[in-house]
Each structure stands twice: as C-alpha cells, then as structure tokens.
C-alpha cells in the first residue's frame, strides 16, 4: 500500500455546470405515502434508500456485512452503517453491487476488522425515508446524511457537526458475491473527481464508471492503493482505491456531493452528472425526484381502507418501479453482453430483469400503467439478442447471469405484442422467441424438443442446477406464448409447432402418482417420489407448488386431474395440507397456507385458480388472508424475497381486485378488492374504475359484477375493458357460495 497525498487548495480548471432542470409541482404527495423500509427485515431484503423510478442508481446504506440478510446492504436489526453506495438489488437474493461506496466521518474516525470497516452506529430513531429521500444520523459523527437520486445521478448531503472531517471513498469493498477486480481514481480539480470500479460476481466483469462533484473544495486528498488478493491470498494484480477527502468544517455547515454513474465510460458518467445535476442543489433534485414519484404512483389513486394498507398498497407500488433499471446514458450509449458500446436511439435501454418473477404480474402491470416503458424493456431484449444470440434470461449490468429457468422474455415480448404496446419490431421479436427456444444446446432445450421433456439423470454442462421438471413445465408455458404470437401473425405452420410443444407438460404427469414427476432419458419415473419433498429436480419449490404450473392450459390440467371435482378438491389439499410440525423448510418457502407458499413465485397465481372450477369465494378468501395476513406496514412485512417487483406487483393487482392466472392471456380474474374504490390514470387519458359496493372486513365475497351498468357473467375483466376505461362495479357480501359467472 501506498499513500499519495494531494493538496487542492490551489486548483484550477474547476468544471462549471448549468442547469437544465425543470420543476413542476403535485397535488398529491404520493411518495410521502411509501415506506421503503418495508422488506428490510425479514426475508424481503429490499433497502431503504433513494432512487427515482427505474433508476440506474440505487443510493442506500450499507451495514458493511456480509450474509444472507445482508444481500441487499441492509438488514433493518443491524445498528452501523459502514458506507452510502450506489447500486443495489431490490429481494433479489443475490449478493452483489454495492458500487462507489461513500462514508463521511469526523476525526478520529472508528475501524473495524474487515469486513466491516469503518463504521458508525445509528438508531432507527434517526431515520426518515419515503420514495427518493433517505436520511439518518452517524451516531459516532454526529453526521446528519441525507440521500436523494435522479435515474442516473446520486446526492448526497451531510451536515456536519464541526471540527476535522473526512469523506472517504473506498473503491475496494466489497461485499457478498462482489470481488473487486481493479479500480482507478483522477482528481479532475478541486471539487471534481471521476474513475471507476471493476469486479466481479453474480455480475461477471462489472464495469461501473463515475463521476462526482462536491460541493465545495476539499482541502486535501489521501490516496491509498491496495493490492488485490483472491480466495487464496494470491495478488490477483488489479487494485483497490481508498481516497481521504479532508475538510476543516463548522457546526451545522453542509456538503453536497453528487455521483452519476455509467456503464460505458468516464466519459458518459460526467456527462449524466451535467444532465441531470448541474447544481449543487440537493433541495432541488429532491423535489424533481419526489414530483417524478408522486405522478408515477399517482397513476392509481385508491380509496378506503385502513392507513396502513395505504401505506403498503404504494409502498407496494414504488418496489414495483425500482427495477427493471434503466441501463443507457443520456446520450443513449450502454455497454452490451457482447462487450461493445452500443446506442439505444429513441429508447430507453434497460437492465436487471429478474424474469422467471416478473413476467407472472409486473409485467402485466406495467401493460397498464406504463406500456411506454414496457416496449422499450422489449426493445431492450432484442438488442440483447442481437448482441448475446439469445433472449435474456436474467441478464445484469450488460451481461447475463443465466439464473433461473425458462426464456421468461418470451411472454413479456408475447403479452406486450397481443396488447397492441408498439414501438418495436414484430418480426424480429418473433425471431428472437423462436431462435432462443430452438438454442439446443442451452439447458436441455434439445432433449426438451426430442423427448418431450427434460430428463433429469442428464447432467446439464451449461449450469450446475438440475431443475428438470421445472425447466420442462416452463419451456412448456414459453412455447405456447410463441405459438399465439405466431397464430395472430398468420404463422399457422410455426403456431402449429409450438402448440404441439405447449403440450410437452403432459409427458412429465404421472397418474400413479397424481403429480408431475421427474422422468429418467428412458421414461422412466424418478423412484421413491413424494412430492411434498424439495429436490433438484424442483426450482426452489416442491411438487405441490409446480402442479400449478401450467398456466397456458387450465382446461388441460383439470383434464389431468380428473375433472373439476377433483382439481378442486386438490386445490383445498394445496391450502389445507400443510408441512409437517417441526419441519425444516429451505429459505424460499414462506408465507405458506399449507402448501402455498406465498414468498416464491411458482405460487401466485394459484389463488385464482378456484375461479376455474366455479368457487370464486375460495379465490376471495384466500386472497384477502394473503392481502391482509401476509403483507404489513412493517420492516417484516414481505413474507418472501421482493425478487425486483414481483411480490409487490402481485399485491398491486390482487388489491386492486383482479390478477393474471395466464401473464399473455389479457385476462384478469377477479378475485377480492382491498380497497372501495381503485382509480387507474391510463397513459391514453382514459380512466378505469373499479368499486366495490358494501365492502368491509366481513363483505369480502363478490355477489355480482357490472360493468358500465351492464350486468357481467365472466370470472375475469379484461385486458382491453381496462385501457379502455370501463366502470367496474363489485357488489360485496360475506355470503359464501355466489357465483356471478357462468362456469366454463
């Protein structure tokens, strides 16, 4: 290590900024109604700190330790807080990020053995949060630090007490997955300064470039260079970076600094902080943030219920709008999987797409309330399969992480191509759902296509989970999405194909065993088979929680099953059959009633299906225990990984009344509204309303349905009522047994 001391008291070419933003105010305050600390404790591991919606920057606290609680930075029962950076994951449950980490401190400051470092204690006492602002006070400074943000620009604003200070910038930690690889730092003057951090993880070869600006000259600046070591204590040859910057300051004197960050260059990076934050104005930016928040989620105004399911309903809402992020600089450059710089030209180019989630109801969401930003995610999936062959499957900071299973981009670019969402290439897209699920050699898809399934005794070279079932029912509800993209596109020979391949779920039930069961390259059934046990045949679920998975063929399942008497009858065992006392059960099976497990996704749409079989009360009562029981006003209110949206989206559309049992069917089926009276703002200027007649905590059963005064004899509204604006009207009881609709 080396230390490089810089005085800057006499610098020069001091880089001057202008201001290009614009203000406009709300009525409403609705990011006053968020509370980003929900799914802070818990399994939810989401952070509490600033960002604008979709923002490529995720500015939050960090409590500088590692662990499975810590994955998102943060753990609400932890009391330190060892640094402020500038990305993070929203309940994703995986450990990366953390990038351009700033900690402000008073002299002589307080250290830790790594991992923890230099740290301060706080309370929760100090801390305020709502959508875009973030503060708390550094017990051991006495530092107030408040966090705002604008899509691709940090701020940060300490107050300090007076004396010796420091802000340090430590471009070497690193946290959970995360490895720093190398790290460069130039001071451009006096209050400027721009570099970089390289690492590796979840995110292979992360490259994140930055520049910062403060808001007045540091005095001077202590530069340490720290070799980094691998997993065996051998120099890799790349660098860490520590940089000091000292102050000499007053009580109650401020310090704005303000970091945008990008994925292509230096270059690009001070080009978003002169874009989106000229000033040092942290008043300013807050406010633009906050009028951004307020219209994003004053899009749906809901009225009634208690103050606290407001409170989660938009808490809610916002988790749903901090990912996918966007992934493109001002000038529309973003660096591809294929290693090269590439132009998004009149679109947003977006990353982090955690899909095996997000397609079942954030996306459908985002059909809604945003399809804008929904066809440029679309757009953003092809260019990647230009660059990388492939659709992405959770693709991350420009390259693909390959976690999870499916070609989940498949219904999301089928369910925005079926709702009319233009302003991408049809054909193209096409092309790209066709080639990605015809990848033989990626995931089984090759055995998947000669089998009718994947075998599970064939070790998959490409990825070490096995997931064989899983991966032959999902392939299965993909393919049936290209097929009705192809049909509407008068493509019968292709829709034909894929309709056929639609039907490979059926080659994996056995009816000895009333489930889906691995099968062996013979056909043979995988022996001693019980399907309440989790295995590697399952992703992250059991037998139970895939039964359902068959979203694209309700008819076909309860074919299977033995009729409607039967699949319901196996629907009450799903929620009545529960583990057995005492059991142990893995990390991503929570929130269950019985063998629903609310915290995992392979679950949700599962409530809704008791419409099929003409019991919608059951729908009803099963939702209002998950909307009521298993979401809460609370650091611990998300009874399972936010996983970048969709466990808030699911609450989202299930409090509003309704939700997509098929995510490309533009069906929604109704189930039981949380709120009187739910208002939804569409981007055409139309408005859609649904009311719900005599609700109550007892009336959460529904007697009839209209819609435009019209008496209504579905199970679901759709798609097309919805953006055209329809007047739903729920009338309410607490009788069991109604059903408005005619049963299929």
């Known amino acids: ?91 994703t449950g995986a450990g990366d990020l953390y990038d351009i980490s700033f900690m402000p401190v008073t002299l002589p400051y307080k250290e830790a053995p790594q991992p923890l470092g230099i740290h301060s204690k706080f309370s929760h006492d100090s801390e305020e949060a709502y959508a875009g602002y973030y503060k708390v006070t550094l017990d051991d400074y006495k530092i107030d630090v408040e966090l705002t943000a604008t899509e691709r620009t940090g701020i940060q604003r300490y107050t300090f007490p007076g004396g010796e200070a420091a802000v340090i910038l430590n471009l070497a930690k690193a946290m959970n997955w995360d490895a720093t690889t190398d790290a460069g730092l130039e001071i451009v003057d006096s209050v400027t300064i721009k570099g970089y951090r390289m690492s590796t993880g979840w995110a292979r070869d992360q490259r994140v470039f930055f520049a910062s600006r403060f808001s007045r000259p540091f005095e001077s600046v202590d530069i340490d260079t720290v070799p980094l070591m691998d997993g065996n204590g051998n120099a890799t040859g790349g660098k860490g970076i520590i940089a000091t910057f000292n102050y000499k300051t007053t009580p109650g004197e401020q310090l704005v600094v303000s970091t945008a960050i990008s994925g292509v260059d230096e270059t690009g990076a001070l080009k978003n902080l002169i874009a989106e934050a000229p000033e040092d104005n942290f008043d300013k930016y807050l406010a633009e943030t906050s009028n951004k928040w307020d219209k994003e989620l004053g899009t749906i105004a809901v009225e009634g219920g208690s103050p606290d399911e407001q409170t989660s309903f938009y808490t809610a809402l916002y988790h749903s709008m901090l990912a996918p992020t966007i ?66 499957i ?13 070609y989940h981009s498949v219904p999301v670019i089928v369910d925005a191509y079926l709702k009319g969402i233009g302003g991408f290439d049809a054909e193209k897209a096409l092309e790209a759902c066709v080639a990605t699920a015809n990848d033989d050699d990626y995931r089984g898809i090759g055995l998947y296509k000669t089998l009718g399934y994947v075998p599970y005794n064939v070790v998959d070279s490409y990825n070490s989970e096995n997931w064989s079932l899983s991966r032959t029912l999902e392939y299965a509800f993909d393919d049936y999405c290209i097929a009705v993209m192809a049909d509407k596109m008068g493509k019968t020979e292709l829709a034909n194909e894929f309709y056929k391949r639609s039907q490979n779920y059926k080659n994996t039930f056995n009816p000895a065993t009333g489930f889906f069961q691995p ?55 799903m929620f009545t059959v529960g583990p057995k006392e005492n059991e142990e059960l893995p990390l991503f099976s929570t929130g269950m009633i019985g063998q629903y497990a609310h915290g995992n996704e392979p679950s949700h749409h599962v409530i809704y299906l008791y419409n099929k079989v003409g019991q919608p009360w059951k729908a009803a009562k099963y939702a209002h225990e998950v909307l009521t029981k298993l979401y809460k006003n609370t650091p611990d209110g998300l009874c ?56 109550s905590d007892d009336n959460i059963y529904v007697k009839s349905v209209t819609i435009d005064g019209k008496l209504w004899n579905k199970s679901y509204i759709t798609h097309q009522q919805i953006v055209d604006g329809a007047s739903v009207e729920l009338e309410m009881t607490s009788e069991e047994g109604n059903v408005w609709f005619d049963p299929e």
């Open 519 to 573: 099968r062996d390259d013979k056909g043979n059934w995988q022996p001693d088979f019980k399907p309440e046990e989790y295995t590697p045949h399952i992703s992250e679920s059991n037998a139970w929680h895939y039964f359902w998975s068959v979203q694209h063929d309700i008819p076909g399942l309860i074919a299977l099953t033995g009729g409607k008497d039967a699949f319901s009858a196996k629907l009450d065992s």
């Open 640 to 695: 399972g990984n936010e996983d970048m949206g969709q466990m808030s989206a699911w609450y989202v559309l299930s409090a509003m009344g309704f939700y997509p049992v098929n995510p490309v069917g533009g069906q929604y089926e109704i189930g039981s509204p949380l709120f009187e009276k739910v208002k939804i703002n569409l981007p055409n200027g139309k408005m859609f309303t649904l009311t719900a007649k005599n609700l």
């Open 394 to 406: 959770w693709n991350f900071w420009g390259g693909e992480t390959d976690m999870m299973l499916g």
């Open 327 to 392: 992934y493109s600089d001002v000038d529309g450059r973003y660096f591809g999987p294929d290693k090269k710089i590439h132009t998004a030209d009149g679109w947003t180019n977006y990353s982090s797409f955690s899909l095996w989630d997000t397609y079942r109801a954030a996306h459908p969401l985002y059909t809604i309330i945003d399809p804008k930003a929904d066809g440029d995610m679309v757009n953003s999936f092809l260019a990647f399969y230009d660059q990388h062959g492939r659709l992405p």
């Open 1 to 91: 290590m080396y230390r490089q001391p810089i005085n800057l008291l006499c610098a020069s070419t001091i880089i001057l900024l202008s201001s290009c933003a614009h203000h406009q105010a709300n009525t409403e305050a609705f990011s006053r109604k968020v509370n980003p600390f929900i799914g802070t404790d818990y399994t939810g591991n989401t952070y509490p700190g600033a960002q604008a919606p979709f923002g490529m920057v995720q500015l939050s606290p960090d409590n500088g330790l590692p662990g499975w609680d810590r994955i998102a930075g943060y753990f609400y029962p932890d009391s330190t807080i060892a640094g402020f950076s500038h990305t993070h994951l929203s309940g």
